[in-house]
């Protein structure tokens, strides 16, 4: 089926060509030309026109007055190179497009620029080769496994590569198939020693790749209560081995980390391995966010339409703001009966008593 925008976005073109034939008779040349008059599939709109080459050139090349204003230890970067620049995290691809579209419009500007989309910028970065600083070769693989000997050899024992592990390769601690990488800095080292005891907080970010590889983060708050990141750890691998692996890792640099609260999301695997490897938290809390999610994802389990389920979410927000421990065990107890005496949300209530009212402390 033809999008309604047109086909030659989608790997399709027009049928409507021209197709020229040089031919030359007796020494008499001529031109044969055959034209194919059907039309469809796209208007002829700006947005489906390609950018020509000139242009994609320029706007991979140098920009000598091209000045963005980055807030990298508080300096002002000049680059010869933005499309790079992006690549080594000091401008984002919003700058390039704003910058882009809000050129001069002139009787010479090409008019495919003006509907420029991050799409455009990706397509010319490949083709112009304009690689991301810490790519080393085409393959992802191979590629990491250079910038990882390369750190290895840059920082000696200040490396931060804590841990790492290709996939094909034999390991004491994980399987063939597995990919593990675990990154600390001297400075991250340092804030958790100094921001760990009080509290830590641990989340996983799921999606971000062809490769299923997750994200492990390990935060810290600041004397400002700001959140910090002080671990880092890449791995196919969603289980608790990982997890040892990785806080095993830590403990190895900078010793066990006591914590008064540990925060993560709804699954145990997290906490049950801090446990393991370091030592119990004081407080073991649910990060508000994955509850608030999984409160709502759980909403299709009321029936009697949108207002009922509106007010069950309300009610669980009010709960969960609540400061005083004798209201909110009243409160709590009053909402669980009358989820369960409804026969509109008693499935609600009895996933709610199941996964979250027999732990209310957390």
């Not at 508080?74 to 390039?96: E, F, G, M, Q």
């Not at 400002?224 to 002080?230: A, E, F």
Request: glycine share 4%; net charge neutral.
């Amino acid at each position: 089926m033809i999008k309604a925008m047109g086909s030659n976005k989608i790997g399709k073109t027009c049928p409507s060509k021209l197709e020229t034939t040089i031919l030359e008779t007796n020494g008499i040349a001529s031109v044969q030309v055959k034209y194919w008059k059907t039309d469809c599939g796209h208007a002829q709109e700006i947005g489906r026109l390609k950018i020509d080459k000139e242009n994609r050139a320029m706007i991979a090349g140098d920009f000598s007055n091209f000045v963005f204003i980055c807030d990298v230890q508080n300096v002002w970067k000049r680059s010869l190179d933005y499309l790079a620049l992006i690549n080594h995290n000091l401008v984002t691809w919003k700058h390039i497009l704003d910058f882009i579209r809000e050129g001069e419009i002139t009787d010479n500007t090409n008019q495919r620029i003006l509907p420029f989309e991050r799409q455009d910028l990706t397509n010319i970065s490949r083709d112009f080769n304009i690689n991301y600083a810490t790519r080393r070769h085409k393959n992802d693989a191979v590629s990491v496994n250079l910038w990882v000997n390369e750190l290895k050899s840059q920082f000696k024992e200040d490396c931060p590569i804590l841990y790492y592990k290709a996939q094909d390769e034999d390991d004491i601690f994980l399987e063939r198939k597995d990919f593990a990488l675990i990154l600390m800095t001297k400075f991250q080292a340092k804030q958790i020693l100094k921001f760990g005891p009080n509290k830590i907080c641990i989340d996983g970010t799921h999606g971000t790749n062809a490769y299923d590889i997750q994200l492990y983060t390990i935060m810290t708050v600041d004397e400002y209560g700001t959140g910090y990141p002080v671990a880092f750890c890449f791995s196919n691998r969603v289980h608790e081995t990982i997890f040892k692996l990785f806080f095993n890792q830590i403990k190895t640099k900078v010793g066990i980390i006591k914590s008064k609260v540990f925060m993560s999301d709804d699954a145990p695997a997290f906490y049950n391995a801090w446990v393991v490897v370091m030592w119990p938290a004081e407080h073991r809390l649910l990060c508000t966010w994955h509850v608030d999610r999984n409160w709502r994802d759980n909403l299709c389990k009321i029936s009697g339409g949108s207002e009922k389920k509106s007010l069950v979410y309300k009610t669980l927000r009010v709960l969960l703001q609540m400061t005083s421990i004798y209201e909110f065990k009243i409160s709590l107890d009053q909402f669980i009966n009358d989820l369960l005496e409804d026969n509109d949300t008693a499935a609600y209530g009895s996933y709610f008593v199941q996964h979250y009212s027999k732990r209310s402390e957390v």
